[in-house]
């Protein structure tokens, strides 16, 4: 146990890179050799705009990573935040300290991106990517990347969560990410055992659907349970989703990175009003 802390508090560098770029090294030759979508597509430009992506998101989080070594060190020298009100052994302690980091660092966050208008025109340039594959789980403007960090720090706040821990979930984090943004097929009877805990791709592909109500649901990062708690749970025939965002079909704005990186100051686009909503 003091081991497994003591490598999470000084986690290296060079292991958080591994854990990145291995995870998605690893699912994009999973979705390689047994994709559940055929999905035609320059995956090298395409993984190249999503790379860019993924370096803004590292720069964000490198440039304010202070202010999360500080709320980690602040709640647990002032007694503060709901782990270190309450006496558990060191496994339940480790669990409710993730559900409260995800809960609020990812699911709140997502939710909230999705309800107001202002901070859903940072997040939409995830959602204009028309070929979902690991790639896509780092395809974040960095704007929202600030806003992610910053209910991460609440998430802290509120939790008591030491900072190995805050390492512990942000690379479960982003293990978990690349893995249920993946094309992986994966066995019905898997998914429907893994999807009662973690969200997978078969569940998450729902929310990339380009038209809503299906982009409004499926929430989750890590924790599939959270939506189904709130009612923002779907499932749908996979063959009938459409990848994108209704407002943002065109090409031109969704493979053009300074294009997206406009995209959040040139208005905000009300979704389309369908007459016969489409049912998957």
């Not at 081991?3 to 854990?19: A, C, D, G, K, Q």
């Not at 997040?123 to 806003?147: C, K, L, M, W, Y």
């Not at 805050?166 to 097929?185: G, P, R």
């Not at 209704?246 to 997206?260: H, L, P, R, V």
Request: hydrophobic share 50%.
């Amino acid at each position: 146990m003091e081991s497994f802390i003591e490598y999470f508090s000084n986690m290296p560098s060079l292991h958080r890179t591994i854990v990145l770029v291995g995870g998605l090294t690893i699912f994009l030759l999973l979705e390689n050799a047994a994709p559940v979508l055929k999905l035609k597509y320059d995956k090298w430009k395409h993984g190249f705009i999503n790379v860019f992506f993924t370096i803004t998101t590292i720069l964000v989080n490198f440039l304010m990573a202070f202010v999360l070594y500080f709320a980690a060190d602040w709640v647990v020298a002032n007694n503060f935040g709901l782990l270190q009100w309450i006496e558990l052994p060191f496994v339940a302690y480790t669990i409710v300290g993730l559900l409260v980091l995800d809960l609020v660092g990812a699911w709140l966050i997502h939710f909230v991106e999705h309800k107001v208008k202002v901070l859903w025109m940072f997040h939409v340039i995830h959602h204009t990517d028309q070929h979902v594959d690991a790639t896509t789980a780092n395809r974040h403007h960095p704007g929202e990347s600030v806003f992610r960090f910053i209910f991460t720090t609440l998430a802290v706040f509120i939790c008591g969560a030491p900072i190995w821990m805050v390492f512990l979930y942000q690379s479960m984090s982003a293990l978990i990410s690349q893995f249920n943004h993946s094309n992986v097929k994966i066995p019905d009877w898997l998914d429907n055992a893994l999807v009662w805990v973690i969200c997978t791709p078969n569940m998450h592909r729902v929310h990339h659907h380009y038209r809503q109500p299906y982009s409004d649901s499926n929430y989750g990062n890590i924790f599939s349970f959270w939506d189904r708690i709130f009612g923002t749970y779907e499932k749908v025939d996979q063959s009938k989703l459409v990848f994108g965002v209704d407002t943002y079909m065109d090409t031109k704005e969704t493979t053009d990175i300074g294009e997206m990186l406009k995209i959040p100051f040139a208005g905000y686009r009300p979704h389309i009003k369908y007459e016969n909503e489409e049912k998957l």
